[in-house]
Each structure stands twice: as structure tokens, then as C-alpha cells.
């Protein structure tokens, strides 16, 4: 018997503030910068819903060399100033959040300065202040459950009553693989034939959330 949803864990970039195409164009031209010049379909394909550490260890792997000192820095300073200057919410999701009646929080790749940030600049950081949770405090990041798995434990409640909005196709496979329900966003990056699989309802538009997670 499939027991109804109490616990809605969500994905920061790209499910609570509309972040994912402002970071592929950096990296785009990050990595042109290095010699690996990839288009934004590879690089949504590759990285988006990946920690920062996995994503400069394939860096790295396909370089053959360690970063140039720095570059991480500079790195962190285009995301910033990109951020800073068009960062919005998701579209819907403001009202989504409002009518969702159950427990929430968040579980995402980003680390817990960049979530300040970027949901601070939305104005989203206090509807979740205290149940915020990165990747930085995990084993493995996505597409391993760990991250889900330890919101949920530190939120009190078993992986079979939570429910994940995800938007890329690793966190979507995290979801799964920890034995949690998964409403994958398309409305994004994401194509939505990459998020269908077991578990897991596809859809386009945040306002539907609330009214698909009480259905489900």
C-alpha cells in the first residue's frame, strides 16, 4: 500500500529559483576558457544536478590536469555577479509554496553559502530558514541518495512517506534510488523525457504542484 506524502523535499537550482540557465552560460564560457569547449545541451547533459566537487573532478578527469589556482575563485565570482544581476524565482513557485500544505525543505547540490545566496536574492531563504540541507554534508552527492536520505532523517520521517521536486536528471535518480516519490519539473533546462522513470510524475507548470502532491 502506497502511503500518503508528508514530508516535500525540493531541489534548489532550477525548482525554487530559475538559476540553471544563468550557470550553464557561465560555464560555457569557463570551460571555453580551459580548452573544453562544450554547448549548452552537453553541459545540462553533464553537470546540471551535480555537486560542484563532481563537476570539477570530471573537469579535471577530462583535462588531465588540476585547475590552474584560481579558477574556482573566478569561478564563484561569475556565478555571483550573474546571480545578482537576473536571479528570480521560478515562475509559480511562490504561490506553489503557499498552498502546499505539509512540511517542507530543501536538499541541493549547491553548498550552504551558495543557498544563502541565491535564495536570499529571491526572497525564498526564510520560508526555509533551519530545514535547508547540501550535499556538502554527505558521503555522495547525486545521483547517490545520500543528500535526500539525510533531509529526510533530519526532518524526521521515513523515505517511503517523502516526496522530491527535482528538475535534472541526476536528482531524479537520487530521489528514486532512495525509495522516495519524485515530481520531476520540466518547465526548465530538463528535457521531459529525461525525468519520466518509476515513481516519478513529469510536469510542466509549479502551480500544479500542490494539487499533484495532494493527489498522489
Known amino acids: 500500500m502506497i502511503k500518503p506524502i508528508e514530508l516535500v523535499i525540493f531541489d534548489c537550482d532550477g525548482v525554487l529559483v530559475d538559476s540553471e540557465h544563468i550557470a550553464v552560460r557561465v560555464d560555457a564560457m569557463s570551460l571555453a576558457s580551459l580548452g573544453w569547449p562544450l554547448s549548452e545541451p552537453e553541459i545540462i547533459e553533464r553537470f546540471v544536478g551535480r555537486s560542484h566537487a ?89 545521483p547517490a541518495p545520500d543528500l535526500f536520505l539525510h533531509a529526510a532523517r533530519h526532518m524526521g520521517f521515513a523515505p517511503d512517506v517523502c516526496a522530491v521536486v527535482e528538475d535534472s536528471r541526476f536528482g531524479v535518480q537520487a530521489a528514486r534510488a532512495a525509495g522516495m516519490r519524485v515530481f520531476g519539473y520540466c518547465g526548465g533546462l530538463t528535457p521531459a523525457e529525461w525525468l519520466h522513470g518509476p515513481g516519478t510524475v513529469v510536469f510542466e507548470d509549479m502551480r500544479d504542484l500542490p494539487a499533484l502532491v495532494a493527489k498522489d
Open 54 to 142: 563532481d563537476m570539477i573532478t570530471e573537469i579535471e578527469r577530462h583535462l588531465g590536469y588540476r585547475l590552474p589556482d584560481g579558477w574556482e575563485a573566478e569561478q564563484r565570482r561569475l556565478y555571483r555577479e550573474a546571480m545578482e544581476a537576473e536571479l528570480t524565482p521560478v515562475d509559480g513557485i511562490v504561490e506553489a509554496l503557499e498552498h502546499i500544505q505539509l512540511p517542507t525543505c530543501v536538499a541541493s547540490s549547491t553548498s550552504h553559502n551558495g543557498l544563502r545566496h541565491t535564495l536570499g536574492l529571491t526572497g525564498l531563504y526564510t520560508r526555509f530558514e533551519g530545514r535547508i540541507y547540501s550535499a556538502t554534508e554527505v558521503a555522495n552527492g547525486k
